[in-house]
């Protein structure tokens, strides 16, 4: 395995700016599967949603 504290501060910089970059990737990708699981497990969670786009629906209606 590989020493971090060994490599130099750019080689570290771009190493977290990578795992940063995947990280919200997949947050992004994922993000309706984790909002249909929550949904289903948390009906609080599930009104919250239907609130937000009975909203947006108004005011997409209405300019």
């Known amino acids: ?3 971090l504290n060994s490599l130099p501060l750019l080689s ?5 700016i990578g795992f940063t970059l995947g ?3 997949v947050i992004i990708f994922l993000r ?3 909002m249909l699981i929550l ?3 948390s009906p609080k969670y599930r009104e919250f949603i239907k609130k937000n786009l009975a909203k947006k629906k108004s005011k997409k209606i209405v300019p």
């Open 1 to 3: 395995m590989m020493d």
């Open 12 to 16: 570290k910089i771009i190493l977290v």
């Open 23 to 25: 990280i919200f990737s």
């Open 32 to 34: 309706y599967p984790i």
């Open 39 to 41: 949904m289903k497990y």
